[in-house]
């Protein structure tokens, strides 16, 4: 349905409509004024410029890689995205991981190696990806503001660089949309369905653990994974089979050991 856009054309109207649904959501709650004053202290308004240009980046990422049939690596980089939490937790938070979560970062690390040969060459997609919204969790969990004033204000930021984007690469746009209505309805659509699981995801991530919260992420590149084999075919060569296998191995442990009695007691003290 979009592939005569380009992914930065999917990705400033994923930013202007997020926008436009989460202004209404803070007008309705009577936040929105409390919410601009935010950009007078610069502290704040910085952190999120930089947590709105990471997201940005892997939203951008993420939909060229889906384009352009790489839906498979995609999910790879979202499998590796809980297990760059927990590092990031261990070296900036202080969180403790069990043995057996050490373990399972390491295997997870040798299921990344097996994707070497897989992709013919470094596996980039799916290292941007993890890495990038994992530093988008790490920023977001060090902003003072709530999940819907902080994604808010992403989106407030991003929006002058979405809205240049679209008038110098469409200018014709709205004769465009107008011409196809259900490519229309899409599009507005992408502003809801954005913004309501970040809106989740940055509460999840101010108030748990990113130990905890990485597990929890292991549900969405699952489906990705299936509908890249099952629904666009995407071929599953030895190479990623061995991967996955790892990965899967790995995300296994990892539920074991945070449904230890020990590692809910830590997990609850880190929360």
């Given at each position: 349905?979009?592939?005569?856009?380009?992914?930065?054309?999917?990705?400033?109207?994923?930013?202007?409509?997020?926008?436009?649904?989460?202004?209404?959501?803070?007008?309705?709650?009577?936040?929105?004024?409390?919410?601009?004053?935010?950009?007078?202290?610069?502290?704040?308004?910085?952190?999120?410029l930089l947590s709105?240009?990471?997201?940005?980046?892997?939203?951008?990422?993420?939909?060229?890689?889906?384009?352009?049939?790489?839906?498979?690596?995609?999910?790879?980089?979202?499998?590796?995205?809980?297990?760059?939490?927990?590092?990031?937790?261990?070296?900036?938070?202080?969180?403790?991981?069990?043995?057996?979560?050490?373990?399972?970062i390491a295997i997870?690390?040798?299921?990344?190696?097996?994707?070497?040969?897989?992709?013919?060459?470094?596996?980039?997609?799916?290292?941007?990806?993890?890495?990038?919204?994992?530093?988008?969790?790490?920023?977001?969990?060090?902003?003072?503001?709530?999940?819907?004033?902080?994604?808010?204000?992403?989106?407030?930021?991003?929006?002058?660089?979405?809205?240049?984007?679209?008038?110098?690469?469409?200018?014709?746009?709205?004769?465009?949309?107008?011409?196809?209505?259900?490519?229309?309805?899409?599009?507005?659509?992408?502003?809801?369905?954005?913004?309501?699981?970040l809106l989740l995801?940055?509460?999840?991530?101010?108030?748990?653990?990113?130990?905890?919260?990485?597990?929890?992420?292991?549900?969405?590149?699952?489906?990705?994974?299936?509908?890249?084999?099952?629904?666009?075919?995407?071929?599953?060569?030895?190479?990623?089979?061995?991967?996955?296998?790892?990965?899967?191995?790995?995300?296994?442990?990892?539920?074991?050991?945070?449904?230890?009695?020990?590692?809910?007691?830590?997990?609850?003290?880190?929360?």
């Amino acid at each position: 349905m979009f592939h005569d856009l380009p992914a930065a054309s999917i990705i400033a109207h994923r930013t202007i409509w997020s926008l436009c649904f989460l202004w209404l959501v803070l007008l309705f709650q009577k936040n929105a004024k409390s919410t601009l004053a935010q950009l007078k202290q610069p502290r704040i308004a910085l952190w999120h410029l930089l947590s709105g240009l990471l997201l940005a980046g892997n939203w951008l990422l993420y939909v060229w890689a889906t384009l352009h049939e790489r839906i498979l690596e995609g999910a790879l980089g979202y499998y590796l995205n809980p297990f760059f939490n927990m590092l990031f937790g261990y070296f900036l938070f202080g969180e403790r991981h069990s043995s057996l979560q050490k373990i399972s970062i390491a295997i997870a690390l040798t299921g990344v190696a097996f994707q070497f040969h897989g992709v013919h060459g470094f596996p980039w997609i799916a290292i941007t990806l993890a890495l990038s919204f994992s530093l988008y969790a790490v920023v977001r969990k060090k902003s003072p503001l709530p999940s819907l004033q902080g994604l808010s204000l992403e989106t407030l930021l991003l929006a002058p660089i979405a809205l240049a984007w679209l008038f110098c690469a469409h200018p014709s746009l709205s004769e465009t949309l107008q011409q196809n209505s259900t490519q229309s309805v899409l599009l507005i659509a992408t502003g809801v369905a954005t913004a309501t699981p970040l809106l989740l995801f940055g509460y999840a991530a101010r108030n748990m653990s990113l130990t905890t919260l990485g597990v929890l992420q292991f549900l969405g590149p699952t489906l990705q994974f299936l509908i890249g084999w099952k629904v666009y075919h995407e071929p599953l060569s030895r190479e990623r089979i061995i991967s996955f296998a790892f990965i899967w191995t790995a995300i296994a442990l990892y539920a074991w050991s945070c449904c230890t009695p020990k590692e809910k007691s830590s997990s609850s003290k880190q929360g």
